[in-house]
């Protein structure tokens, strides 16, 4: 990475933007926030510890791996970060259609948080302080107009001024650590929990809650026998995550593992139920539903007699392992003694046992789509604080936060990401319009338009506007085209290519495919389930010779292809999207009173008034708001 030359700030205590917490979200709002050109200072109360993946080494997932390629076609950080330290590659469901397929990367979690800090400290416009934020400082508003955020003091007391503030916590605020009988104040092992900012936004009405989330122990791997081990290698033909050149292909690639659990392992944890904070009432956050402890699975399915865990590498050089499946909160004798009794396990030495931790979050119902909060003017929240769980969900909203706080103070209108855009445009919908009642999750069931949400068409989808907001580059913008001009070539090339059956005939029976009548444009073997477009290409020399001609490759191959097989499928989505879009276009008045709005339910008017709708289209994705409510506003506002 070229160093820049750093430009010294005439004043260290005034910016225009402050972003609090240096991890996923907090690291894509400042880096997008500065890059954007605004002077912006990252507070965090450890530097070596920027971006840590606190929980799982690993990015991406079902749905999460889309956010993190929407992320880079944006012109985020997170995907480039994750390629400079992949230690193994695999692409979830190519068992299914393409709108399912979701790229993981196993990461070096040390490297990782170094790269991000390089990453901040080469961006010009960005400054860093080590340092904990314990109050907010507002501007009160004249009489009718909302106070505005003006600063940020710290624990050692210096005073920052700035124009707009992003909150990206985490698990800090009033963070509290349970593992049996003992707990500990902390937002993970080892570091501090933040207070001030809580109560300084309680008294200026906002509603907090509590949440939940844990970890499972980090183990040994000198102390495992892995050769009792079901080993879990990477894709023998890995991808990437971004789009850019920058970034390569993992070259070597280190396994992950599979155990389980047995009835043996069941009945030893089962003797610290008891002694569980989250059984005997001494947790009293919500824990995520779709990532449960190991405790809570014995509960919930209490007829299994088995659980997968996955063992997963930590990093290149060190001995250290994730065992995800395992996460736990149960005292650390019982935790110890239940892994001893997983084969391969029976002499594992632990470095840290698993834990619970409970930390504030803010229902993000009191937030715009632009994750400005509606009680204070140039405030924003992104991350954990706004009750997500996943480094991808935060690096997200962090990104569009520090978009929007820069446009902000620009006078310029907020980016907001429909559902039919992206999965971010789903995730902040979802967390504005229908608020959460456990940590919020992405998977793909949460997306009406799957089929145009693909991992595979990010750049394609999302490009264009980061290249129009400033943080996609010339360069990458040609590039970008390049790609686009060669998918599209390639299909028109696809459309008036004939093919004749005894150009085919081989290919037929080497793949064991009926032979056909008469010959077919390329175009329309390739729609064809049964056709690979790859191997077309090396069955027909005259369609090789344009690929090669013209410099086309697996990535551009692979695309078309997807686009050809799933075009009724896309037009048949994109219709849909454009009828339901109608309904984003009708405006709801701002300040408009619900309440006299006799004709909607009682239901209604109380969601509505809460979370105050700027469209009819958000209206009708509230919970509570029926299509009859939806009908009465239509003709209030719509006909």
């Known amino acids: 990475m070229q160093t820049t030359l750093f430009q010294p700030n005439n004043d260290l205590y005034s910016y225009d933007i402050i972003v609090i917490g240096a991890g996923h979200a907090g690291c894509e709002a400042a880096s997008a926030a500065a890059r954007l050109g605004s002077r912006t200072l990252l507070l965090t109360m450890d530097m070596q510890k920027m971006a840590s993946m606190s929980c799982n080494p690993a990015v991406g997932g079902v749905a999460k791996g889309q956010i993190v390629r929407e992320i880079d076609a944006l012109g985020g950080r997170m995907a480039r970060i994750t390629d400079h330290s992949t230690i193994q590659f695999r692409m979830l469901n190519r068992s299914k259609g393409a709108a399912m397929w979701s790229p993981r990367a196993q990461c070096d979690k040390e490297l990782f948080s170094r790269l991000w800090r390089r990453e901040l400290e080469n961006t010009p416009n960005l400054y860093i302080w080590q340092d904990a934020a314990t109050e907010l400082l507002f501007e009160e508003g004249t009489e009718g107009t909302t106070p505005r955020i003006t600063g940020v003091r710290t624990r050692m007391g210096v005073e920052f001024k700035a124009r707009a503030v992003v909150l990206t916590a985490g698990t800090f605020l009033g963070g509290l650590m349970h593992c049996g009988e003992r707990n500990a104040e902390g937002g993970r092992a080892g570091d501090a929990a933040s207070h001030g900012i809580t109560e300084a936004l309680v008294e200026r009405g906002f509603e907090v809650g509590r949440m939940k989330t844990g970890t499972p122990a980090r183990i040994d791997g000198r102390s495992v026998d892995f050769s009792q081990l079901e080993i879990q290698p990477g894709d023998a033909e890995p991808s990437k995550f971004s789009f850019s050149a920058d970034t390569q292909v993992v070259k070597e690639q280190k396994p992950c593992y599979l155990v389980y659990t047995s009835v043996d392992v069941h009945d030893h944890l089962r ?32 007829e299994k007699e088995q659980h997968q865990l996955f063992l997963e590498p930590e990093g290149w050089d060190t001995n250290e392992y994730y065992i995800n499946g395992f996460s736990s909160s149960l005292p650390q004798e019982i935790q ?20 619970a931790i409970e ?21 924003y929240f992104a991350g954990q604080v706004n009750g997500t769980t996943g480094y991808e969900e935060a690096a997200a909203q962090g990104l569009m936060a520090g978009i929007n706080a820069h446009r902000r103070l620009q006078g310029e209108e907020a980016v907001v990401l429909k559902r039919d855009e992206a999965y971010i445009g789903v995730l902040i919908d979802d967390l504005v319009t229908k608020g959460v009642d456990e940590p919020y999750r992405m998977f793909t069931s949460r997306a009406e338009y799957r089929i145009l949400l693909r991992q595979d068409n990010a750049d394609l989808r999302l490009t264009p506007l980061g290249h129009e907001i400033g943080l996609v ?25 004939s093919v004749k059956i005894t150009e085919i005939e081989s290919y037929l029976k080497s793949h064991n495919l009926p032979p056909i009548s008469q010959g077919r444009k390329l175009y329309a073997l390739v729609s064809r389930n049964e056709f690979s477009f790859a191997d077309l290409i090396e069955a027909l020399p005259k369609v090789k010779r344009f690929v090669e001609k013209n410099g086309i490759t697996a990535e551009i191959i692979e695309q078309a292809e997807i686009q050809i097989k799933y075009k009724g499928y896309i037009e048949r989505e ?54 009859a409510d939806i009908n009465v506003m239509l003709i209030k506002f719509g006909r």
């Open 574 to 627: 994109k219709l849909l999207a454009e009828k339901l879009r109608r309904l984003e276009n009708i405006a709801i008045p701002a300040g408009f009173d619900f309440m006299a709005m006799n004709a909607l339910t009682i239901e209604a008017r109380q969601k509505l008034t809460k979370i105050r709708p700027e469209t009819i289209g958000q209206a009708s994705r509230i919970p509570g708001v029926s299509p």
């Open 473 to 497: 580059t010339d360069a990458e913008w040609q590039k970008f085209d390049e790609k686009k001009s060669l998918v599209d070539s390639l299909i028109s090339f696809a459309h008036e290519q």
């Open 271 to 302: 003797t610290g139920f008891d002694r569980s904070p989250l059984f005997n009432g001494t947790i009293q956050g919500i824990g995520p539903r779709y990532c449960p402890s190991i405790e809570d699975k014995l509960r919930t399915f209490a």
């Open 359 to 379: 930390y504030d979050y803010f229902p993000p119902t009191q937030l715009r789509h632009s994750l400005e909060t509606k009680l204070i003017e140039n405030l």
């Open 336 to 355: 110890l003694a239940a892994l001893r009794k997983i084969r391969g396990l029976e002499q594992v030495h632990v470095y840290r046992p698993g834990y």
